[in-house]
């Protein structure tokens, strides 16, 4: 039987802390457990890496921990508990100066806020749901009038879609997050509010400089998602993802920072790039959001995470609805099933052709093996990826069939729980390409995931080990 192919990631938070019901997300289909650092303490996190990595084992099930670090998030001071209806066309005063809402003037917690923007320009609150127009700026004072009325609250998110932000990606409170996930050994970190590509650069140093300094040893590099929920990010896409190990796509922001009905089109767009560069795609925010506090779904969202499927997405995610919501688990058995039902049809194939490297032998072999396996009638395809790469590259021509790729450490192994359609599991280093074949054959067998009789396509390369050495591809009948 095959498993689903198009991954699920979800966010852990109050909603699911325990050892049974991570165990419980775990057996209804999550892949990636998602760590939001916008939220919680380095303790709390802590407690969530060792729990889904325990369970995870316990129940001999390949889950990666991905970090999600906050970036240059703009937010609202102290305000009452009760917070603060705002009526249309009335007169308000900001102030980046102020800690706490006092004398009918509201703070906001980044102080430079105040020479970024000018009259005539707009200020997002909550999420875009309400909405105010700069009127002048008197020192740290911003005076504006309100156009879409609502309550805000306390440090809610304010958005300033009609400027440019010179504000640095990677914030201090950023750098102690990923100091504290590259001890805690996390395989992938998400970075918010990505504009260009030396951002990812420039985290990527951080991490590097970090790791020498402490001389700490591991299995293999942290992967970096670049977060797209910038107008500057959907602008510079492609040289993002060239330098990114893979995106999400964040609809919340993204959805403020330009017209919301252009959305649909820029996810397509950004999955289908990642598609040419065989980088894993997520696509994120408010994908069964009425699960929050409904056991069921609204057929617009049920709607809404198939297409992400049809769009050929390598993952789909759950934010509030696992982290927060009133219905975790089942949150996640639902989009299992809209995931099994649209996989089982046709509507998610896609072509076999896709723009290939014409002078990247592991990309040209790892597109035949898809051509092959489908000529001969095979029931697997068999990869020794052991950096992941070559799992990557056959993962992105969506072979109708499982994929198991073998994995030469446990990090690799967690980072490939991203990529669609793939069945990573780790084997020990092997000195011959024939041990390697025969070793993993074991295994499958072992797990019933194979069988004897079985035809299957294997990819691989020698020498054994050594990165960019694709060069067998070999039809094979189990013995």
């Known amino acids: ?80 508990e009760e917070g603060i209806m705002l009526a249309e066309d009335e007169a308000i005063i900001f102030d980046t100066g102020l800690e706490k809402y006092h004398e009918d003037i509201i703070p906001i917690g980044y102080d430079q806020l105040h020479t970024m923007v000018q009259a005539g320009e707009r200020l997002l609150l909550s999420d875009g749901k309400v909405e105010v127009s700069i009127t002048s700026i008197v020192g740290t004072r911003i005076y504006a009038v309100v156009v879409v009325a609502g309550k805000i609250f306390s440090y809610a998110g304010i958005n300033v879609p009609d400027v440019v932000s010179h504000i640095p990606v990677l914030t201090d409170k950023d750098k102690e997050d990923v100091l504290f996930g590259i001890e805690q050994q996390v395989d992938m970190i998400a970075m918010s509010f990505v504009t260009r590509p030396q951002d990812i650069l420039d985290l ?5 400089a970090y790791v020498q300094e402490k001389n700490i040893v591991q299995e293999h590099p942290i992967k970096i998602i670049a977060k797209i929920e910038r107008r500057e990010a959907v602008e ?12 999400m796509v964040a609809r919340g922001d993204l959805g403020i920072e ?3 009905q252009q959305v649909p089109l820029v996810q397509k767009r950004l999955i289908d790039a990642c598609l040419l560069q065989a980088k894993p795609v997520i696509v994120a925010t408010q994908m069964l959001d009425s ?3 409904n056991p069921r779904p609204t057929r617009a969202e049920v709607s ?11 993952a789909v995610m759950l934010s509030n609805e696992t982290a927060m919501g009133a219905y975790p688990v089942k949150s996640v058995e ?13 509507y998610d194939s896609l072509p076999v052709y896709i723009q290939k490297n014409k002078h990247n032998v592991d990309d040209i072999i790892s597109g035949l093996s898809r051509v092959l396996a489908e000529d001969v009638g095979a029931k697997a395809i068999l990869a020794a990826s052991l950096s992941g790469e070559t799992g990557r590259l056959i993962s992105r021509y969506r072979p109708e069939l499982p994929v198991f790729v073998a994995a030469e450490n446990k990090r690799v192994e967690a980072q490939l729980a991203l990529s669609w359609g793939v069945q990573p599991f ?43 050495h694709v060069n067998l591809l070999e039809v094979r009948d189990l013995d």
């Open 1 to 80: 039987m095959i498993k689903k192919r198009t991954k699920i990631v979800c966010t852990l938070g109050p909603a699911c802390n325990t050892e049974e019901k991570i165990g419980q997300l775990i057996d209804a289909g999550m892949n990636v457990a998602r760590l939001n650092f916008s939220h919680g303490t380095h303790e709390n996190h802590a407690n969530f890496i060792r729990i889904v990595r325990a369970v995870a084992t316990e129940k001999q099930q390949v889950v990666g921990v991905l970090q999600d670090i906050q970036g240059p998030k703009i937010r609202l001071g102290i305000l009452p």
């Open 204 to 208: 990527r140093y951080f991490i590097d």
């Open 236 to 247: 510079h896409m492609k040289e993002i993802i060239e330098v990114s190990d893979g995106i």
């Open 258 to 260: 330009i017209p919301v």
């Open 291 to 293: 699960m929050y506090s």
């Open 304 to 314: 809404d995470v198939a297409n992400a499927v049809i769009d050929h997405t390598d």
């Open 334 to 346: 639902m989009m299992h099933a809209i995931i099994s039902e649209v996989e089982k049809s046709t």
């Open 426 to 468: 780790v084997l020990p280093r092997c000195h011959t390409i024939e041990e390697l074949i025969e070793r993993s054959l074991v295994h499958l067998k072992e797990k019933k995931l194979l069988k004897k009789g079985d035809r299957i396509i294997i990819v691989a390369g020698e020498p054994v080990g050594q990165k960019g």
